[in-house]
Structures are given as C-alpha cells and as structure tokens.
C-alpha cells in the first residue's frame, strides 16, 4: 500500500508538471487554445469592440488586392491594387493626344452662353421658316396643270402631292382638310392638291391601280413614296378624329415630314394608332 501511495503521487506531479510547461509553452509562443479565441471575440462583441476587427477586415482586403494580377500595357503582370494599377493610362493618353493637338479641354458654357446660343438657333430656325413660307409653303396648293404640278413641285426639297378625285371619291373634304392642317404646322414640306382631271399625262404614268386619293412624298420632285387608299386608311377612316394624327405619323415615317413648326398634337399619332387597333378589335 505504500508502494502505491508513493506511486500514485509521483505521476500526479508528473501530470502537473506537464501541464504547467504546456502552458507556459503556448503564453511563450502566443498560441491561445480556440475556445479562449472565441470567448475572447465574444466579450469584445458585448463590449462593442469593433475597431480592431474592422482593421484587420480592411487591411486583408487591401493585402487580397495588392495580390491580384494586373496586366500592364506593355505586356507584363505584376501584382499590384487594379483600383490603382490602371489609373495613369488614361492620364497619359490624354497627354498625348493633347500633345499633338488631337483634343482640347471643353470649356462649359456660362448661362448667358446658353441663352445666345439658344436664341440665335432660334433665329436661324425663324428665317428658314420665313424662306419656306415666301416658296409657298405652310398651306395646301391648289395646281390647275400637269405644267403648274412640274412648276411648282420641282424646286422644292420636300413635297406632299394629294391626287383626287371628287367626281367619284367621298373622302377627298376630309382628306384635303388634314393636310391643309399639316401643311400650317410643317412648312418644311411643300403641300399642294391636284384633281385626277386637271393630271393630263400624268394619270396615265402613274400607277392608280388601287384607286384614289393616294399621297405622293417627293423628293427635289422625284416620286419616292406612293400612299395608297389602302395605308391611308388602315388605320383611321378620313372622317374619323383619328384620322389627322394618323398621317401625320405615316408622312413623318416615310419622309414626308420632318421637324416643324412644335405642336404637342401634330404628331402624336403613334398613340392614336394604337388606340385605332384597340378599338377595331373591340369591334
């Protein structure tokens, strides 16, 4: 029994005395065993002790982008931050493009700048609407000839022709007064009206096979577009309220029109159109 006691005893301080130096091994290496690491984070979280883990987030994210590859305009890689690495190309190539005089720095305009400017746009647009407006345009021309149609539609950029016939055709008042209508708010576009009687030679070259009225948009007086009864109509009949809007949107498509006079209806016939289709098939 006493052999044993004295045995006993002798491996209880040997077990101490591992212990012991096991603990002063890891204080003397700073190794701290995971459960004190957590309990250590936990009590800085209580105290609101974020300042040091915020530091350390930020400076591994800065040590992660100084570890990325950045390919330089010479070909190389290097490891370097790509929020940095690249931000002298574009200095550099701005440098030598000023350099051989390939670009200036805009210089912004001050408001009164902004105002001359707008005001003498103006202007010029003002004087150009009065040169159409002396040319005839900005109403529907009544032509008497096939002479009077060469005369009158060859000098000008764009023009509008409504060919009719009022013996046979009911919508010649309607259609006749949309244009009229147009020609006011675009006088960008020579507008004028010819009877089917009155085209001479001209009904015959003309294609008429779909019947009248049909639209001609020309061109320095070359026939570039033919509207037909059928696209006149197809989506709006000439009496309907919809009608106006509806070939002022097929005109400005095709070429007929362009930039007029600023009207907040005088074009808006997209929305007419699909207001057109809904109600057709409603129907």
Known sequence: ASGLTST???SICSFCHT???QCARAMSTGQVHPDDKHDDLLDKLRHDDFKGLVK????????QLEQQLCL??????????PYTAYAHISGQRHDAAAARGGITEPQPLSEDDELRRLREQRLSQMKQ??????????????????????QV???HERAVVLLTDSVTDRTVEDVTEALQEL?????????????LRNAGIMSIMLNLDEGLPVVFVLKHGEVKVSLTPRRLFEFASASSPLFSRHLASLLRRVGGIGSGIEDAN?????DSEEEEKRRMRRK
């Not at 005088?266 to 997209?270: A, P, T």
């Open 8 to 10: 006993t005893g002798a």
């Open 56 to 63: 350390s987030a930020n400076d591994a994210h800065g040590q």
């Open 19 to 21: 212990v012991v130096w």
């Open 153 to 155: 539609v060859r000098p």
């Open 266 to 270: 005088s074009d808006s016939g997209c």
């Open 129 to 150: 609407e009065q040169s159409w407006r002396q040319q005839g345009h900005g109403r529907l021309r009544e032509l008497v000839s096939e002479r009077d149609f060469v």
């Open 72 to 81: 330089g305009g010479d070909g190389s890689v290097t490891r370097a931050d």
């Open 183 to 195: 020609a006011k708010k675009h006088v960008e576009a020579q507008f004028c009206h010819l009877e």
